[in-house]
Structures are given as structure tokens and as C-alpha cells.
């Protein structure tokens, strides 16, 4: 059975630091590539940043760029995702995705994040 676990979530004030971890069983992550996606209520969710399979490339959504890091440990099974600077409207639920070349994808449950003084 496959399983990604997102943890890392909470409350944090602005200008502060948070690392989210997406844990995963079932699949070899290195296999997959991995995004972190948010969903603030009412919006859509959006993409924030993805890591390749090799783990070489990296993108980011325009309102993360220079604050957020995605990072993965294939020996652990791990994606990670740094977000520092952190500002209110970074409020969201995250959840982690993983894609694999031909087109299967696994969802987390997510894990909520707050930024509020």
C-alpha cells in the first residue's frame, strides 16, 4: 500500500521557519517525481515546488521563489520542503504528490499550516 505522510505543520508567526517532511512507503521515491502542492480554503490548490526524479531540478511557484527549498533523501524516502520568511498568505493545507513517468500519482493527506502573529 502505498503512503505519503506529510508532518512538519503548525502555527508559526510571520517572518518565521517551518520544514515540512513528506514521508513515503510502498514506492522507491527516486522513481517519482515529487511536488508540494497548498490549498488556502475557498482557492484552488496550487502548485508550490517540485523536485525531478534524479533530484537535480527544481521549481518553485513565483510567490515562494528565494524563500521555499524542496529537497529529497531517496535513502529515506523523504521530500522535504523549507519554507522560511514565512508571511500570512503562505496559510494553506500542503500536501506532497508524487508522479512517475508513466502517469501514476499518490496524494498525502496534508498538513496545515498557519502564519499568524
Known amino acids: 500500500q502505498v503512503q505519503l505522510v506529510e508532518s512538519g505543520g503548525g502555527l508559526v508567526q510571520p517572518g518565521g521557519s517551518l520544514r515540512l517532511s513528506c514521508a513515503v512507503s510502498g514506492i522507491t521515491t527516486r522513481n517519482y517525481a515529487v511536488s508540494w502542492y497548498r490549498q488556502a480554503p475557498g482557492k484552488e490548490r496550487d502548485l508550490v515546488a517540485s523536485?525531478?526524479?534524479?533530484?537535480?531540478?527544481?521549481d518553485y511557484a513565483d510567490s515562494v521563489k528565494g524563500r521555499f527549498t524542496i529537497s529529497r533523501d531517496n535513502a529515506k524516502n523523504t521530500v522535504y520542503l523549507q519554507m522560511n520568511s514565512l508571511k500570512p498568505e503562505d496559510t494553506a493545507v500542503y500536501y506532497c504528490?508524487?508522479?512517475?513517468?508513466?502517469?501514476?500519482?499518490?496524494w498525502g493527506q496534508g498538513t496545515q499550516v498557519t502564519v499568524s502573529s
Open positions: 523536485i525531478s526524479i534524479i533530484g537535480g531540478n527544481t
Open positions: 504528490r508524487a508522479l512517475a513517468p508513466w502517469g501514476t500519482t499518490y
